[in-house]
C-alpha cells in the first residue's frame, strides 16, 4: 500500500512557490491523476468460454 | 440523514478531516477551504439536501422513506465535491487555473475520508447489524482492500484509495460523477470489511 496521501504527492509536486507551477510541473500532477491502467496487448486476446458461474 | 444528524456528523467526523490537509502542508504551504467552517457547513448541508432530493424525485422515493447508508455516504461525497465554484480547497489560496488539479485531489481526499467516517457510523449505531461486526467497524472502520497488481512496473506505486479518487475525479470532469456509482464503490468497501472480518474472526 502507498504510503503517502494522493493530496501530498500532489502538494509535493506543486512546490513551495505557486509562481515557480509551470506547465511541466502541472503535466506531471495530470499524470498522477490519470487511473493506473494495467494494459493489455489486443493483438494477443483471443475469445474463449467464460468459466465463472456468475 | 436530516439537518441536525449532518450537523453532529460535521462535528465529530468533517471538521477533523478539512484538518488533515492543512497538517500536510510544509512550512511554505497554503492550503485551506474556501469557506469558512460554518458558512462551509451550510453550503455542503445545502447541496447535500437538494442531490437528495433530486436523487428520491429521479427513483420515485417518498419523503419519508430511509436512504441506505451507502446512498448517504455518497450524497455527502458528490455534495462535497461539488464544483460549481471551484474546488473546496484553495493551494496557495490562488485563483490559478493550473492548481485545480491540486484543488480537486485535496477536495475529493478530504470528501473520501469524511464518507468513510459517516458510512462507519452508520454502522456502528445500525442495531440490526450484528455487534461484533459493528465493535471491528468501530475499533478498525472501513478497511482499504489491497490493491493487487499483476502488472510488475504498477506495484507498491498506487493504491487502492488513490485509484478509486482518482477515478472519481475524472467522473466529475467528466461531469458524471453519480451518486449511485459512488455508492456502489462504498458497497463493495464495506463487503470487503465484512469479508476481512470474517477472514480475522476465523483465525482468532
Known amino acids: 500500500m502507498s504510503a503517502k496521501t494522493l493530496s501530498l504527492k500532489v502538494i509535493e509536486i506543486v512546490g513551495d512557490n505557486p509562481d515557480n507551477f509551470d506547465e511541466a510541473k502541472e503535466s506531471q500532477v495530470k499524470e498522477l491523476l490519470k487511473p493506473t491502467n494495467e494494459e493489455t496487448d489486443v493483438k494477443e486476446i483471443k475469445w474463449r468460454e467464460r468459466k465463472s458461474s456468475w | ?204
Open chain 2, 1 to 204: 440523514m436530516d439537518r441536525e444528524v449532518f450537523y453532529k456528523l460535521w462535528e465529530s467526523t468533517a471538521e477533523k478531516e478539512i484538518k488533515k490537509p492543512l497538517d500536510i502542508r510544509h512550512s511554505w504551504h497554503r492550503v485551506e477551504p474556501k469557506e469558512s467552517n460554518r458558512s462551509f457547513k451550510e453550503t455542503v448541508y445545502s447541496r447535500y439536501e437538494n442531490e437528495r432530493k433530486r436523487y428520491r424525485k429521479c427513483l420515485d422515493i417518498k419523503e419519508d422513506d430511509r436512504l441506505d447508508r451507502h446512498i448517504v455516504a455518497a450524497l455527502f461525497y458528490v455534495a462535497f465535491v461539488d464544483n460549481t465554484d471551484g474546488h473546496s480547497f484553495n493551494v496557495f489560496g490562488s485563483f490559478n487555473k493550473k492548481l485545480g488539479d491540486a484543488e480537486a485531489s485535496i477536495t475529493h481526499e478530504t470528501a473520501f475520508n469524511i464518507a468513510c467516517g459517516i458510512l462507519e457510523t452508520f454502522i456502528v449505531y445500525d442495531s440490526k447489524i450484528d455487534e461484533s461486526f459493528r465493535k471491528f467497524i468501530d475499533e478498525k472502520g472501513i478497511v482499504e482492500p489491497e490493491l493487487i497488481s499483476f502488472d510488475k512496473n504498477n506495484r507498491n506505486k498506487t493504491s487502492y484509495k488513490e485509484e478509486i479518487l482518482k477515478q472519481f475525479i475524472c467522473a466529475q470532469k467528466e461531469s458524471r460523477l453519480s451518486v449511485s456509482q459512488v455508492a456502489l464503490t462504498f458497497f463493495f468497501l464495506e463487503n470487503n470489511t465484512s469479508l476481512r472480518y470474517k477472514i480475522t474472526k476465523a483465525l482468532t
